[in-house]
């Protein structure tokens, strides 16, 4: 493994790397709040055959806060990916993101498809029918205060399965509460779901990589029936799978979680 940082227009970037640099590429994005060492349980499986890049958000992890750390949005998480992988000179990567990191996939496949060979996305972001109920609680969960008070509990709300990786997460969200940095982009981003330009329902069907779209069916922030509807009917091409788990399939089951993406990606056109 080695770490490298990256400059973007949010501030410093950390990302760390696993495999043979001369593999292909596959590029791991996590929730949020979330960070790198979310994807710890699968990391070692897939740098077997490729070369593995996970990356801290910025306000996340290693990664410092933009600033003000206000200005956090999903939006702006779409362009440091963008930024990143174009200072990495990425070409045809495997992109898998979780959450707020498969909307920036989507985003990337969208916006500089030779960068993308094919998507991964996991309980993505972006296919929310909004109204005055979602909206509602974006504000809500958007509110510092609440974010700040809810934090572990609510991450142990959507990680419905206990493993040694999820109560690595659990007690991450618990340390964020110290945070006021890490709490003010959480809460940031939570406002940002509400934005209209975070919707991908009209735009995700002109993606033309591979894609494989695995969610969990236990999963109460994005759940399969609502978001993973709207998900399958904008990206009707896409592979389809659910797992017995809730928002975090890789951390709470990652037998299962391998068992599904390792025969996608072993299918690929070669590069």
């Keep these: 493994m080695s770490i490298g940082t990256t400059r973007t227009s949010a ?27 979310d994807w710890d349980a699968v990391i070692p499986a897939l740098a077997a055959r490729h070369r593995v890049i ?9 990664s410092p806060a933009p600033s003000p750390p206000r200005s956090a949005s999903a939006m702006m998480y779409a362009r440091v990916l963008a930024e990143v992988t174009e200072a ?3 070409d045809r990567a495997v992109v ?4 707020v990191g498969g909307y920036a996939a989507i985003r990337l496949a969208l916006e500089h498809p030779t960068r993308v060979a094919a998507l991964v996305l996991v309980d993505p972001g972006g296919f929310t029918r909004h109204n005055a109920l979602s909206r509602a609680f974006c504000r809500v969960k958007g509110t510092e205060w609440v974010t700040r008070r809810i934090a572990a509990h609510f991450a142990r709300s959507y990680l419905r399965k ?3 990786w999820t109560r ?32 991908l329902r009209a735009r995700a069907g002109a993606v033309r990589q591979p894609t494989l779209l695995l969610w969990g069916r236990l999963d109460p922030v994005l759940p399969v029936f609502l978001d ?13 799978i659910t797992l017995e788990t809730g928002h975090a ?21 070669p590069r």
């Design 88 to 90: 990495l000179g990425l």
């Design 228 to 240: 993973g509807r709207a998900a399958r009917a904008a990206m009707p091409a896409a592979r389809w």
């Design 168 to 199: 690595q997460m659990i007690g991450r969200a618990e340390a964020e509460r110290t945070n006021p940095d890490q709490v003010a982009v959480d809460a940031a981003i939570w406002r940002s779901f509400a934005d209209p330009e975070h919707d």
């Design 54 to 62: 996970a990356l801290d958000w910025p306000g996340h992890g290693a």
């Design 249 to 269: 399939p890789h951390a709470e089951n990652p037998t299962a979680f391998l068992a599904a993406v390792q025969p996608f990606l072993a299918a690929l056109p």
């Design 96 to 99: 898998c993101g979780n959450s």
């Design 162 to 164: 206990r493993t040694p």
């Design 11 to 37: 501030g410093e970037v950390v990302w760390e790397t696993h495999g043979d640099p001369a593999a292909p590429p596959m590029v791991l994005l996590s929730a949020n709040p979330g960070d790198r060492r």
